[in-house]
Nanobody, 121 residues
Framework: QVQLVESGGGSVQPGGSLRLSCAAS????????MGWYRQAPGKQRELVAI???????DYADSVKGRFTISRDNAKNTVYLQMNSLEPEDTAVYFC???????????????WGQGTQVTVSS
């Protein structure tokens, strides 16, 4: 079993910054991808950013140039640095990891509990 614990959400004014963290624990052999998704009220969950085990990254067009995803493999942790935040970034942010464990020897998706990010003046 793998647990993902998120931290770093909160409220900020437009133009502000926040940094999200998500740490994985459990019987982890490797983590294939680490990513962040978000879901705003009344909308579907969408991919925000993803980073592979080799360090390749991809971003939603709406956050390119403002958000940066990074990972610390030694700590099984993924970060999302969010700058120049806009009201449209308001959502619950979920981390997601594709993890290979001792008991599930193929990439299996795990989700964090979600953390609220609110951008408002």
């Amino acid at each position: 079993q793998v647990q993902l614990v998120e931290s770093g959400g909160g409220s900020v004014q437009p133009g502000g910054s926040l940094r999200l963290s998500c740490a994985a624990s459990g019987s982890i052999l490797s983590i294939v991808t680490m990513g962040w998704y978000r879901q705003a009220p009344g909308k579907q969950r969408e991919l925000v950013a993803i980073v592979t085990s080799s360090g390749n990254t991809d971003y939603a067009d709406s956050v390119k140039g403002r958000f940066t995803i990074s990972r610390d493999n030694a700590k099984n942790t993924v970060y999302l640095q969010m700058n120049s935040l806009e009201p449209e970034d308001t959502a619950v942010y979920f981390c997601n990891m594709l993890v290979i464990t001792m008991t599930i020897r193929y990439p299996y998706a795990y989700w964090g509990q979600g953390t609220q990010v609110t951008v408002s003046s």
